[in-house]
């Protein structure tokens, strides 16, 4: 096949190629950077459209655009409305309620304030954008949270302040454009408020049957496990439709809502289907990033002069804390939590596809300031998305609402060893959580000063509870080999499947006791099982710290140490890594590693770490 056509487009096919192989790979890129990956899309969707020509959406999609990106935002706001379990608000309940009730409308004047004195627009304009410019961006929001590494209040309301804004932002734009249609056109006042009312009760109901019916469809068995999510997106597409023909864009607020009924359902296969729904909403997010910044139109946002800067440091320094401080006060939300969610405001996709939308419409309404909401609406993103994107992470430090610096350990289960494990971790001032369903287990755990949970890991309370966000790597080293695979394989897309490790099985000759070994998490240490770590322990076996230099070498310390076991090793920055046994060690000055030594073995040459 042709890259390009006979009129020098490029064909759909590779065009749809070009965007999902820069999406996803912008994506991996800022993973291996540690970089937010909305900047990477913006810049490789720049490169490939204005600044090389290579890709024109008009061009090479050109009536598919449109229908896509709607498509897309609906399912990207329909998976961030199935993230919103009720259970999982707490005590943000309150400062979610106040972002929502208070902080929209009050958004949306602050919004159209700066828009019609700082932008220049026409008030007509400066409402229908303003009301657009409530949402925050869950699409930009959730890759945020997961690099700074928040504390779970201040996390919880900025995810689910942009959630649910999003369809409020866009149902405000309908409401300002419908007023300004009626006072432009022969409609009168009470069809066109009679059609609002209409549309947002229909989509509210059309959300919430569907996404009840769904759920009862599911529970009583009616739709097999094969089905469940072609059976998920072919109903999503027919609500957001059938919606969107009642009072357009109404279509997202019935996509949320239905998300949000399937969340707070019970499902037992709702983990299944959220995890489905994050991965295609991480393709979708990559695509339409791509889109909108390929299509961006430069003559367009050359033509902002000094009014548009000052409208979005307005917005960034002004709108945004007043609207947050004014809502929160009085809310028992730490003033620390404020700040933060004042000053963290960045904008995605639903803002640049709704604004794009509604430029278009005024337009053909006669109001030419109107092609300046899109242009905006990109520098407004692409600003907030890179301030907001380098600045979360040490803003959330600086005000103590992250994790520690060093990433943590959770170890599963107590017992001598692992309390001589977690002992050991301290020492090397790795923070080390250990948990156990039973209390009396955690009894040395308690005396040694180490943190501790007594509970169920799986349980809500662990959730509700525990800061999960300040553990990167997870140890299932329970007596009972099928428990700790169950954690193991649970809680592998919480901390990625490498960072999860489990204690060596009991070898079982009856296979109906084996589990399988695509279950479960990761082999570190010797080739011992629960009972046998217990027994070298209770032998006078000891964790030791020893650091590496130039002078002692990892070579060295193996002949010292022959009959050693390797457990881990910390890299200079405190990260952690358990080895397996035979695995290559990554030496190198200033590495230290933790290993379980035998009875009455020499000291190193080199003193244990601190």
């Known amino acids: 096949m042709a890259i390009e056509t006979e009129a020098g487009a490029m064909a759909p096919v590779v065009a749809f190629a070009l965007v999902g192989a820069l999406g996803v790979g912008s994506q991996w890129l800022a993973w291996r950077l540690r970089m937010p990956a909305i900047v990477l899309m913006l810049v490789a969707g720049i490169l490939i459209g204005p600044v090389t020509g290579v890709f024109d959406p008009a061009r090479d999609i050109g009536s598919l655009m449109g229908p896509i990106i709607s498509i897309a935002v609906a399912i990207?706001?329909?998976?961030?409305?199935?993230?919103?379990?009720?259970?999982?608000?707490?005590?943000?309940?309150?400062?979610?309620?106040?972002?929502?009730?208070?902080?929209?409308?009050?958004?949306?004047?602050?919004?159209?304030?700066?828009?019609?004195?700082?932008?220049?627009?026409?008030?007509?304009?400066?409402?229908?954008?303003?009301?657009?410019?409530?949402?925050?961006?869950?699409?930009?929001?959730?890759?945020?949270?997961?690099?700074?590494?928040?504390?779970?209040?201040?996390?919880?309301?900025?995810?689910?302040?942009?959630?649910?804004?999003?369809?409020?932002?866009?149902?405000?734009?309908?409401?300002?454009?419908?007023?300004?249609?009626?006072?432009?056109?022969?409609?009168?006042?009470?069809?066109?408020?009679?059609?609002?009312?209409?549309?947002?009760?229909?989509?509210?109901?059309?959300?919430?049957?569907?996404?009840?019916?769904?759920?009862?469809?599911?529970?009583?068995?009616?739709?097999?496990?094969?089905?469940?999510?072609?059976?998920?997106?072919?109903?999503?597409?027919?609500?957001?439709?059938?919606?969107?023909?009642?009072?357009?864009?109404?279509?997202?607020?019935?996509?949320?809502?239905?998300?949000?009924?399937?969340?707070?359902?019970?499902?037992?296969?709702?983990?299944?289907?959220?995890?489905?729904?994050?991965?295609?909403?991480?393709?979708?997010?990559?695509?339409?990033?791509?889109?909108?910044?390929?299509?961006?139109?430069?003559?367009?946002?050359?033509?902002?002069?000094?009014?548009?800067?000052?409208?979005v440091l307005l917005v960034i320094f002004v709108a945004r804390p007043l609207t947050v401080f004014v809502s929160l006060m009085g809310s028992g939300v730490p003033y620390a939590e404020q700040t933060l969610v004042a000053?963290?405001?960045?904008?995605?996709?639903?803002l640049i596809a709704v604004a794009g939308l509604f430029g278009d419409r005024l337009l053909t309404?006669?109001?030419?300031?109107?092609?300046?909401?899109?242009?905006?609406?990109?520098?407004?993103?692409?600003?907030?998305?890179?301030?907001?994107?380098?600045?979360?992470?040490?803003?959330?430090?600086?005000?103590?609402?992250?994790?520690?610096?060093?990433?943590?350990?959770?170890?599963?289960?107590g017992s001598p060893w692992t309390t001589a494990f977690a002992e050991a971790l301290e020492k090397a001032e790795v923070p080390v959580l250990m948990t156990d369903p039973n209390y009396g287990h955690l009894r040395g755990a308690r005396a040694a000063g180490i943190a501790t949970f007594s509970g169920d890991i799986l349980s809500e309370a662990a959730e509700q509870r525990l800061e999960l966000v300040s553990y990167a790597t997870l140890v299932a080293a329970t007596d009972n080999d099928a428990y700790n695979t169950l954690v193991a394989t649970d809680l592998a897309p919480e901390f990625g499947r490498d960072n999860v490790f489990q204690i060596t099985r009991e070898k079982s000759d009856n296979t109906r006791h084996q589990l399988p070994r695509t279950l479960g998490g990761r082999k570190f240490g010797p080739d011992e099982t629960h009972e046998g770590m217990d027994r070298l322990v209770s032998a006078g076996w000891t964790f030791r710290i020893t650091r590496l230099?130039?002078?002692?070498?990892?070579?060295?310390?193996?002949?010292?140490?022959?009959?050693?076991?390797?457990?881990?090793?910390?890299?200079?920055?405190?990260?952690l890594k358990l080895i397996r046994k035979d695995e290559d060690v990554g030496a190198a000055p200033d590495v230290r590693i933790i290993a379980l030594r035998p009875p009455g073995s020499d000291e190193d040459a080199q003193p244990p770490a601190k």
């Open 343 to 350: 000053f963290t405001g960045p904008r995605g996709v639903v």
């Open 549 to 575: 230099t130039d002078a002692f070498t990892l070579e060295d310390w193996r002949a010292e140490q022959p009959d050693a076991h390797l457990i881990a090793r910390i890299a200079p920055k405190g990260a």
């Open 365 to 413: 309404l006669g109001f030419e300031d109107a092609g300046l909401i899109g242009p905006l609406a990109f520098l407004l993103v692409a600003t907030t998305v890179v301030l907001h994107g380098f600045t979360l992470a040490p803003f959330g430090r600086w005000l103590g609402l992250t994790g520690s610096d060093t990433p943590g350990v959770i170890v599963i289960g």
């Open 76 to 311: 990207i706001l329909f998976e961030g409305g199935l993230t919103l379990n009720f259970h999982t608000l707490n005590d943000a309940a309150k400062g979610v309620k106040r972002l929502v009730f208070v902080g929209a409308p009050l958004g949306w004047l602050t919004s159209t304030l700066a828009l019609r004195y700082a932008a220049g627009l026409s008030w007509e304009s400066a409402a229908v954008f303003g009301g657009i410019m409530i949402v925050t961006g869950p699409t930009v929001i959730a890759p945020l949270l997961r690099t700074a590494r928040l504390s779970k209040r201040p996390a919880a309301l900025l995810q689910w302040e942009a959630i649910v804004n999003d369809p409020i932002g866009a149902l405000a734009a309908v409401l300002a454009f419908s007023v300004v249609l009626v006072l432009h056109t022969a409609t009168t006042i009470q069809a066109a408020v009679i059609e609002l009312i209409v549309g947002i009760t229909v989509a509210g109901v059309l959300g919430g049957v569907a996404g009840f019916g769904l759920a009862q469809s599911f529970k009583r068995g009616w739709v097999p496990e094969f089905m469940k999510v072609p059976v998920l997106f072919a109903l999503l597409l027919a609500i957001f439709a059938v919606s969107d023909m009642v009072l357009h864009e109404s279509g997202l607020l019935a996509v949320t809502v239905m998300g949000i009924v399937i969340a707070n359902a019970n499902l037992p296969s709702y983990e299944e289907l959220r995890r489905f729904k994050e991965h295609a909403t991480v393709l979708l997010v990559s695509g339409v990033f791509i889109l909108l910044a390929a299509g961006l139109d430069v003559a367009a946002l050359g033509a902002l002069d000094w009014r548009a800067a000052v409208f």
